[in-house]
């Protein structure tokens, strides 16, 4: 009895609950009801949940579907996961930010990618940060520099302000693909344990170097223009909202231990 699920059996299971609840004690459930069902419930019975919301003539919301497509990300059946738009357009709904959030993760190939900026854009829904930062993680895990570079161009042409995130996971491919072809030219593709757990970037970095490195080059070359004019969203600090205006004056005014503290909360150089 250590799942939710097994223990949701106690009470009926999905079946058997909403037949106690609707027709034993006449309480008719509402949208509340099967949100929470949702995560009592095997994956199995998450068709028939959303056929239940029909029977029973639920006013349904697009929470309720970004909640099922979570839940079957967090799984990785993200092929469930990307029919739920069928079931948000039956209901006569329309999908929103967080509907594309969830479903980015689902993206493991171009093909998808590009897909859901369609879908987006056919939405009249603009990307957020979140949702480009989510692409191009799964871009950068697939070595896909061409899908990097539009990602990044997305960025500029919609005006989106990268995060620290976003430039975290840009590094960290740039160093990776770095060290991998040092380490390809110096050892070949079966010269160390590094390379064989790097199958995939290592595959198409060794193929771009016998064409003479020309993907690497100009990724390397749209990379760092867009670095230049990128501006970096930072975090702020938590305690920034409580700074009052005699502490805005202490970081100009106050002692040196003082002003070197506020500058740590409003992020001023010092």
């Not at 609840?21 to 949208?31: K, L, R």
């Not at 998808?112 to 979140?130: A, E, V, W, Y």
């Not at 030219?185 to 010269?191: A, N, Q, T």
Request: with cysteine; aromatic share 10%.
């Amino acid at each position: 009895m250590a799942t939710a699920e097994n223990k949701f059996l106690l009470c009926g299971g999905l079946t058997g609950f909403l037949e106690v609840m609707a027709v034993a004690d006449e309480v008719q459930p509402n949208i509340k009801t099967f949100s929470q069902l949702l995560h009592c419930i095997p994956s199995d019975d998450e068709t028939r949940l959303v056929e239940y919301i029909k029977e029973y003539n639920i006013k349904t919301d697009i929470d309720f579907f970004n909640q099922l497509i979570r839940k079957r990300v967090d799984r990785k059946d993200y092929k469930m996961a990307r029919l739920v738009l069928e079931d948000i357009k039956n209901f006569d709904l329309a999908p929103d930010i967080a509907t594309f959030g969830c479903l980015a993760m689902t993206c493991r190939n171009d093909v998808s990618s590009k897909r859901l900026l369609k879908d987006m854009h056919t939405s009249g829904i603009r990307p957020n940060i979140q949702i480009i930062t989510a692409l191009l993680s799964n871009a950068c895990y697939r070595c896909s520099f061409e899908h990097i570079e539009m990602l990044l161009s997305l960025l500029t042409a919609n005006g989106v302000v990268p995060n620290i995130k976003t430039i975290q996971i840009l590094e960290r491919f740039y160093f990776t693909c770095r060290e991998l072809i040092v380490s390809l030219e110096k050892y070949g593709v079966d010269g160390t344990d590094h390379l064989r757990s790097k199958k995939r970037h290592v595959t198409i970095l060794h193929e771009d170097i016998e064409s003479g490195n020309p993907g690497w080059k100009r990724y390397i070359e749209v990379y760092r223009a867009w670095l230049e004019k990128s501006q970096i969203e930072y975090p702020t600090h938590p305690w920034k909202q409580f700074l009052t205006f005699k502490d805005l004056e202490d970081v100009k005014s106050g002692s040196e231990s003082k002003q070197k503290y506020l500058n740590d909360i409003i992020n001023i150089p010092t």
